[in-house]
């Protein structure tokens, strides 16, 4: 069965570091991969895509790489703030509905 | 920015009880989502709805749910005689088109409580 994981559960850094997570698929072959922030107690909030056609995509702080011959897609945010301290979850389309599979996503806090 | 509203955010039910967790989309779109999540765990699909019906549904979306677009705007989760396993977040979504390249919107849930 298709698999995703998100090795880390928490990620700790301090302000102004680069925090990278990771997400890992397997029996899987996506077109696109998404990345989510969820804060507590609220839904999850779309933040980036990519396309297996593309090695990277960047938003302001945020950059996220996809390896389809790893099965990986890695998500940094640069120069870190405790405001980016949330939940990040990856996210994989099943089917032609649109239904996303998420990973358990890992919990970033990022310390002043 | 246009949102997806959930209604009420917090339902306390007794088990053996039926629910209906309401959900306003936004307005242009057309396909619509039931997720949830129990407390500690993953984000889980339950149905995607559109044209006004199930298109997917996963295991976990048993003859104890159902889903129903009433009106124009509105889109309901029922669920009918709950267990103290049903106590989750649910999180309803929509999108304009399902390609993997469109994100999903979701709102910020109903937390459901079973007795």
């Known amino acids: 069965s298709q698999k995703i994981e998100q090795n880390s559960e928490a990620l700790n850094i301090q302000e102004g570091k680069t925090a990278t997570l990771t997400c890992n698929y397997t029996?899987?072959?996506?077109?696109?991969l998404q990345w989510y922030r969820q804060d507590p107690g609220r839904g999850p909030v779309f933040l980036l895509l990519?396309?297996?056609?593309?090695k990277e995509k960047r938003k302001e702080r945020l950059k996220v790489t996809f390896d389809t011959t790893l099965k990986q897609s890695l998500f940094h945010i640069t120069a870190s703030q405790p405001a980016d301290s949330a939940t990040y979850l990856c996210?994989?389309?099943?089917?032609?509905?649109?239904?996303?599979?998420f990973g358990k996503g890992t919990k970033l806090s990022v310390k002043p | 920015e246009p949102e997806v509203t959930q209604t009420p955010s917090h339902q306390v039910t007794q088990m053996g009880q039926e629910v209906i967790l309401r959900c306003v989309p936004i307005s242009n779109h057309l396909y619509f989502y039931w997720y949830r999540q129990i407390l500690g765990q993953k984000v889980e699909f339950l149905v995607s709805?559109?044209?006004?019906?199930?298109?997917?549904k996963s295991e976990i979306f048993d003859d104890q749910f159902s889903v129903e677009r009433p009106d124009g705007s509105n889109f309901t989760l029922k669920i009918r005689s709950t267990k103290l396993e049903d106590s989750a977040m649910y999180f309803c979504?929509?999108?304009?088109?399902?390609?993997?390249?469109?994100?999903?919107?979701f709102g910020n849930g109903t937390r459901l409580t079973v007795t």
């Open positions: 709805f559109y044209n006004n019906e199930i298109s997917e």
């Open positions: 029996n899987y072959s996506p077109a696109y």
């Open positions: 990519i396309r297996e056609n593309e």
């Open positions: 996210a994989l389309i099943k089917g032609s509905q649109g239904n996303l599979i």
């Open positions: 979504a929509s999108t304009y088109s399902p390609g993997g390249d469109s994100p999903l919107h």
